[in-house]
């Protein structure tokens, strides 16, 4: 029989994509190639997560509407508020808001990791030969081990070029999960939003026992956190689909925001203070 559900978590999966193009100053990079960093306190952008997950029993829509804040900028990370509403069939659910300390190596509330240089390399997008400085992190877990390799550039944005990202088991050689991020274009079309003739296209590839999760994202410099839009789609291991996420922007600022918008997440919050 197949299964599936909505995640609890998806003020911590919107996290993870907004700080995935992040770096660490032991890599070489500082708060200017981080796609938080370069803001100052008071950034801020409001996302609309659509999900479909498909099973046996029907289909089950939701909508997640994410309001994340730049509230600190350190010496080795950023901190970032998270208030999340989200309307789950006809029932509306509002969670605490929630803080997150992402550090520039791109992980959040994370160890230091043991950083391996692995030299000089290259990736090619669109034809273009693009120089790389080649990183391999390994972060500690409770159970197992987590290694990510960086290929990275100091020039062209959205700067972390390539990453591969295995996890594994305690005392495991083989990964339990595996993940591919590549950037596949520097100038693709963005019509989402007038204001991005263009953004650089980023594809990611998750497989795991569960199946196969591939994501497409755009993403600009011009927004804090990086990310403009995106489409995910998880099939099982026989090819079916399981669910289905779309994002999208629907509103940045450089400064602190107390707007009236009346979206799902401001609705439910206008309510609360009554």
């Given at each position: ?29 500082t708060?200017?190639?981080?796609p938080w ?18 099973s ?15 509230t ?9 508020k ?5 309307k ?16 520039f ?16 390399g290259?990736v ?11 990183r391999?992190?390994?972060f500690?877990r ?14 062209v ?23 591919t ?8 079309p ?8 263009a ?11 569960s ?16 990310v ?30 107390s707007?009236g918008?009346?979206?799902?997440f401001?609705?439910m ?6």
């Amino acid at each position: 029989m197949r299964s599936s559900r909505v995640s609890a978590g998806t003020a911590f999966l919107m996290a993870a994509l907004l700080c995935a193009v992040a770096g660490a100053d032991d890599l070489g990079l500082t708060r200017q190639h981080d796609p938080w960093g370069r803001y100052d306190p008071g950034a801020w952008i409001l996302v609309r997560v659509r999900i479909q997950a498909f099973s046996d029993a029907g289909t089950q829509e939701s909508v997640t509407e994410t309001k994340t804040t730049l509230t600190e900028v350190g010496e080795e990370g950023v901190t970032l508020k998270m208030e999340v509403g989200a309307k789950i069939g006809d029932k509306e659910i509002e969670t605490a808001p929630q803080t997150v300390n992402k550090r520039f190596h791109g992980e959040m509330n994370a160890d230091t990791p043991q950083i391996t240089d692995l030299g000089e390399g290259q990736v090619v997008i669109e034809n273009r030969q693009i120089r790389c400085r080649i990183r391999k992190l390994e972060f500690p877990r409770s159970v197992g081990r987590k290694v990510v390799t960086v290929y990275y550039s100091d020039s062209v944005e959205p700067y972390i070029l390539r990453q591969e990202t295995a996890l594994y088991a305690e005392n495991g050689e083989t990964p339990t999960s595996e993940t591919t991020m590549e950037v596949v274009s520097l100038e693709a079309p963005c019509r989402i939003w007038r204001n991005f003739r263009a953004a650089s296209r980023v594809k990611s590839v998750r497989k795991d026992a569960s199946g196969t999760t591939t994501t497409w994202t755009w993403m600009s410099s011009l927004v804090p956190g990086g990310v403009i839009c995106y489409t995910s789609q998880q099939v099982d291991n026989e090819g079916r689909l399981v669910s289905y996420r779309e994002l999208q922007l629907l509103e940045y600022g450089l400064q602190q925001s107390s707007s009236g918008r009346s979206g799902l997440f401001w609705r439910m919050r206008s309510r609360r203070g009554r």
